[in-house]
């Protein structure tokens, strides 16, 4: 199945532009095809970035202190 996908218009500073060029013939990949990938990949980071500044606000100094013991924790077990 297709996604159905929407058109927007997009300015950027000509560097970028030169940029994305390169990469997109690196790839042998348009320039629509990588910038689409970027903005998603980005906007998809950006929100699991506001997630987990949502979860740390909620904690508990408690909870904080023991989710630090436990991922101390860990790193000695990796060491």
């Given at each position: 199945?297709?996604?159905?996908l929407?058109?927007?218009?997009?300015?950027?500073?000509?560097?970028?532009?030169?940029?994305?060029?390169?990469?997109?013939?690196?790839?042998?990949?348009?320039?629509?095809?990588?910038?689409?990938?970027?903005?998603?990949?980005?906007?998809?980071?950006?929100?699991?970035?506001?997630?987990?500044?949502?979860?740390?606000?909620?904690?508990?100094?408690?909870?904080?202190?023991?989710?630090?013991e436990v991922t101390?924790?860990?790193?000695?077990?990796?060491?």
């Open positions: 199945m297709r996604m159905r929407e058109r927007i218009n997009l300015n950027i500073p000509p560097e970028t532009r030169a940029r994305l060029r390169a990469v997109a013939k690196r790839l042998k990949r348009t320039e629509s095809e990588v910038a689409r990938e970027l903005l998603v990949s980005a906007l998809e980071r950006a929100e699991r970035e506001e997630f987990y500044r949502g979860v740390q606000a909620a904690m508990s100094p408690d909870i904080r202190r023991r989710m630090l101390e924790a860990f790193e000695r077990v990796d060491e």
